[in-house]
Nanobody
Framework: QVQLVESGGGLVQAVGSLRLSCAAS????????IGWFRQAPGKERDFLVA????????YYADSVKGRFTVSRDDAKNTVYLQMNSLKPEETAVYYC????????????????WGQGTQVTVSS
């Protein structure tokens, strides 16, 4: 199994930036696709971006293209999500997750999930 821990969330003003981290243990991430999701109170959980570790193949949701960037650090077994030009409506809990499937937007394809990190974007 894979254990995932998100960090880097917090309070940021609109149009500001944050970088989230997803640190993995138990397995190396080179065997997986890693996805980022967010869920606002009372809302469905939404897909943001996914990356296949070895190949570097990525897929971004239209809502974050050009503003969010996913990257990885082999030595730290960690995936990052750089978020720029944040909007108040993007206040949510942000999660990372893993799947053995190639980059996919399907929540049901992701097996292991972190606990999430809160991101609050003020007006």
């Amino acid at each position: 199994q894979v254990q995932l821990v998100e960090s880097g969330g917090g309070l940021v003003q609109a149009v500001g930036s944050l970088r989230l981290s997803c640190a993995a243990s138990g397995r190396t991430l080179n065997k997986y696709t890693i996805g980022w999701f967010r869920q606002a109170p009372g809302k469905e959980r939404d897909f943001l971006v996914a990356i296949r570790w070895i190949a570097g193949n990525t897929y971004y949701a239209d809502s974050v293209k050009g503003r969010f960037t996913v990257s990885r650090d082999d030595a730290k077994n960690t995936v990052y999500l750089q978020m720029n030009s944040l909007k108040p409506e993007e206040t949510a809990v942000y999660y990372c997750a893993t799947t053995n499937v190639s980059p996919t937007v399907r929540l049901e394809d992701y097996r292991y999930w972190g606990q999430g990190t809160q991101v609050t974007v003020s007006s």
